[in-house]
Structures are given as structure tokens and as C-alpha cells.
């Protein structure tokens, strides 16, 4: 299997990408695991949302393939405990040869295209986050998922 995050914008805190980066590198003993980073819209204060959204869903809808199955990380989607997302990881798509691609949006979520193209949306929780702590918290989740999966001593 192979899983990538695809991120709109980069990471604009030096200690949020650290610990990410801590955790990249954690998940590739497991999987092959990459982050690809989409570059913001240069004027994107000067658009408004609806069309910023767009631009970023095309950007996003160009950098996956239709083989890929696509998670979207939205606060509208399925919300899971850490165990049930390992269990639904293990279960669905652990030993697939597909790419699962797991998207965090920019600052004002997705466009309807990219809802409309999503395989499954997941929540990481009721709460509200930053779109740039929300690739902390879920590369956490997915290192956090596969030591679970292994019955490692992580997650006690």
C-alpha cells in the first residue's frame, strides 16, 4: 500500500512540520508514506471563497488519478475513535495495492467538486482545527493506527 497526504499550502510553523516530519518518518516503517504540498493561490486574499475553493479543488482533483482512493479530512465526515480508524484501515484498504490519498483542504475546506469525487470523508473530531495542526493530529492518528494494527505499544 501506498498513502499520501495532499495539503493545500504549506506548513507555515516551524515546530508543526518538525513534528510532522517525526511522524513521516515513524509511518514509512510501515507503509510508503509521502506528503505532497499543493502551493497557495498567489491573490488568494483577493478572491473570494467560492472561487479560492475552486482553484484549490482543481489543483487538488489534478494531483490524484482515478485508481486512487480518496479520503478527504473534513469536519462533515465520519468520525472515528483511534481504534475503529485502525481496525477500518485494516480492514478496507491495508492490504490494497491502491494509493489511498488522505486531503487536508485550505482555510475554507473543499469545493463541491472535490466532495463530489471523494471515496469517504473523516473527521478527526467534533472540534475545530487549523487546517495546518489538522496534518499533525492525523499523521499522529495514521502512525498511531498501523501500531495498533501491529499490537505495538503505542497506543496503551
Do not use: C
Not at 491495508?94 to 485550505?106: C, H, M, N
Not at 495546518?132 to 495498533?148: D, K, N, S
Amino acid at each position: 500500500m501506498k498513502i499520501l497526504l495532499l495539503v493545500v499550502g504549506k506548513t507555515s510553523e516551524k515546530w508543526l512540520q518538525e513534528g510532522i516530519n517525526n511522524y513521516v518518518a515513524r509511518i514509512n516503517n510501515y507503509v510508503e508514506f509521502e506528503v505532497e504540498v499543493i502551493p497557495d493561490h498567489k491573490n488568494r486574499g483577493k478572491i473570494d471563497v467560492e472561487r479560492l475553493k475552486k482553484i484549490e479543488g482543481e489543483k487538488i482533483l489534478t494531483s490524484v488519478n482515478e485508481k486512487d482512493v480518496v479520503i478527504l479530512l473534513d469536519e462533515k465526515g465520519k468520525e472515528f475513535s483511534s481504534i475503529k480508524f485502525a481496525t477500518w484501515l485494516d480492514q478496507n484498504y491495508y492490504i490494497t495495492s491502491k494509493r489511498l490519498v488522505f486531503v487536508v483542504g485550505g482555510a475554507y475546506g473543499f469545493s463541491n467538486s472535490v466532495y463530489d469525487s471523494a471515496n469517504h470523508i473523516i473527521r478527526l473530531s467534533s472540534m475545530t482545527f487549523s487546517h495546518q495542526m489538522v496534518r499533525l493530529f492525523f499523521v499522529e492518528q495514521l502512525y498511531r493506527a498501523f501500531t495498533i494494527i501491529k499490537n505495538e505499544p503505542y497506543h496503551h
